[in-house]
């Protein structure tokens, strides 16, 4: 464990998305940056994991590099945490093999995940859409964390984890692989500018962390408000306003106070409000912008940060899988 870090290892991966948006952020970037505080944390961005439904993969590459981008600009720090890329570390698919001995076939079927991915791929139900919970426990297991955080809706795929765990060191009596402990953590629900449905790229909802302000802007005054507000003298309710909710996380306590009057006396404008939410959330976002271009400036720099974080990460795969196959009787 790296010197100062007590409360034990994290591990957390992400598919490769590309450009982050402001669900990404509020949702899991902001927690990777606080975890790095108090845990040995290992990021991973899981491009194995995209295969399973990318239709073409000439754009996974650039995918990864504009998420790296965003997890360093928004404040994941290198030199601390381990940052790296799934597949450049490929013990994770020979435990990903050998995790799938101890894990029924009809287990893996019944994941109401597994039956979402069927529904949305109808013409692609691939193996590896089977196997996929395996692949995402070899993760967590080959790096030995012991803490994930998770939203509440992820708890299963850790309570799946740890019966892979237990049901290995059953099976080879031993007691090499390590339970993890799933760490909840709020994860706001953020809404997209359409005000229905959570932000999502596949829905076109979203704002980019890295747009221009001028785009943020653009897409802040699309934002869909309280429904029941029509004309600009209706008052309005912001407790069912998505543009309030982030009031709530980008301006002043003050601002939000006279907002929630203003709105309920139709003493504000939409457009007035929503104008404003721009302007903070352009002022918030700069520095991160900033940061993400002096990045972008060194794309090698940032190949040169995830080969580093492989060589760690791989340092602690290759002591797991020694132990793995010794485990197994499995002749080195
Ligand atoms: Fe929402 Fe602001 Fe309009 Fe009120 S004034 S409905 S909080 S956008």
Redesign the pocket.
Known sequence: MTMGKTKGRVFSGARPTGRQHLGNYLGAIQNYIALQEDYECVYCIVDLHALTTVETTQELRQNTYEMALDWLAAGIRPEDAIIFVQSHVPEVTELHTILSMVVPLGKLTDLPTFKEKVRQHPNNINYGLVGYPVLMAADIILYKADTVPVGVDQAPHIEFTREVVRSFNYRYQTNVLVEPNMKATAVPKVMGIDGQNKMSKSLDNHIELAATPEETTQRVMQMV??PQ?VRRTDP???DV?N??SM?KIFSTPEQVAE?DVE?RRAG???VQ??QLYAKNLNTNLAPFRQRRAEFDQKPDQVWDILHAGRDRAKVIASQTMREVRQAIGLAE
Do not use: L, Q, S, Y
Request: net charge positive; glycine share 12%.
């Open positions: 408000t309280d507000r309005g309710n912001p306003c543009v309030f009031h907002i709105c504000i404008g939409c409000c929503k």
